[in-house]
């Protein structure tokens, strides 16, 4: 294979060889190995600078690190944004990015971590939704027609989609929900089996925790999370998608009541205390789950749900995910809660 490259050694562009060689690359001080082709002059062997091969080289190493680490790629990232019509620009804004974020993105440039979930998690139309009514000036005016229009589209097949009788939940397996569907009978049993065992003063804030840290802990060992619910980062921590209406449900299907009670008397601060009304049923877990269920309420029994958010803010987590967004099973590897204060981790697997 030939190609007219222009060699700095001879002053000329020459009628270049170009050669297969595998090289190594550094990206964010990892090491990766490519299959490269590079230019060579005939005259002096020396390596030439062809932009085309070069750029083709750099993308070679950049999909390797996207692939070692999950990221989306510059063709996933522009058919996220391409699924609302818009721009580049807005697009950016709405996610909360500097204007030109995704245009680098899209062009080639790896994104961080927390940037890829953002963009991820903006396929879902219900999180852009957020998005708009929390900021609509990230849309221009020209651009809001088209964005609109698409966005209500989308959220009508969505909910289509995702519908279950009397709630609604996301009924994908995916990196969200752990990889397995979301079980409401599960999550509803896991909520009794925690009220028994925490059995004073506990409150749904708490009890959002721990239903977290038992799906999460549970994926770090099994690769699949007990209640398959996708969990958001707000402001007081972790929470199950739709716990609004979780509870109520529960109440409604006579299975707890909810309390109101003083939390502060002197701040006039309340909260909704659970109580148990039903018999958890232990069937519907595995050996493996029930164990670790039994660990998180062994853990945290004595928290109350200040503790436990405050702790829940320190997780990596949290800390990087935007607000209001869906939290990554990827991160149960990172959890500072270690199954190994209290056992065997041989006991908590399947």
Not at 43 to 68: G, H, I, M, P
Not at 99 to 127: C, N, W
Not at 173 to 193: C, H, P, R, S, W
Request: contains cysteine.
């Amino acid at each position: 294979m030939k190609r007219s490259v222009y060699c700095l050694e001879c002053r000329k562009t020459v009628n270049a060889d170009v050669v297969e060689r595998k090289e190594t690359f550094t990206v964010r001080g990892e090491a990766f190995e490519v299959l490269t082709h590079v230019a060579i002059c005939p005259q002096c062997s020396q390596d030439l600078y062809d932009d085309e091969l070069d750029a083709n080289t750099q993308r070679l190493v950049f999909d390797q690190y996207r692939q070692k680490h999950g990221l989306l790629s510059p063709v996933e990232i522009r058919e996220v944004r391409e699924r609302y019509g818009l721009s580049q620009k807005a697009f950016s804004r709405l996610l909360g990015f500097g204007e030109v974020t995704i245009h680098r993105y899209e062009m080639g440039s790896i994104q961080e971590k927390a940037q890829d979930l953002l963009i991820r998690q903006a396929a879902d139309p219900e999180f852009m939704q957020r998005r708009y009514e929390e900021n609509p000036g990230a849309v221009s005016s020209r651009e809001k027609g088209v964005f609109e229009k698409r966005l209500t589209d989308l959220l009508q097949k969505w909910k289509q989609s995702v519908s279950l009788p009397a709630i609604s939940f996301y009924r994908n397996q995916d990196i969200y929900t752990g990889f397995i569907e979301f079980n409401l009978a599960k999550i509803m049993n896991m909520v009794l089996f925690f009220a028994k065992i925490c059995s004073e003063c506990f409150y749904p804030t708490k009890a959002n925790k721990m239903l977290w840290y038992a799906d999460m802990l549970h994926y770090r060992l099994n690769n699949r999370s007990i209640s398959g619910s996708r969990y958001l980062c707000h402001q007081y921590g972790p929470v199950p998608e739709e716990f609004k209406l979780l509870y109520p449900l529960m109440e409604k299907e006579g299975l707890i009541e909810l309390e109101y009670k003083e939390i502060d008397p002197e701040q006039g601060i309340a909260g909704q205390v659970i109580h148990p009304k039903s018999l958890w049923n232990k069937t519907l877990f595995t050996e493996s789950e029930l164990n670790v269920m039994k660990y998180v309420a062994e853990r945290f029994k004595y928290y109350s749900g200040r503790q436990i958010s405050e702790e829940s803010h320190e997780e990596e987590a949290y800390k990087e995910t935007p607000e209001y967004g869906f939290i990554s099973y990827s991160y149960a590897e990172r959890l500072r809660v270690d199954l190994l204060e209290i056992g065997t981790k041989e006991q908590y697997k399947h």
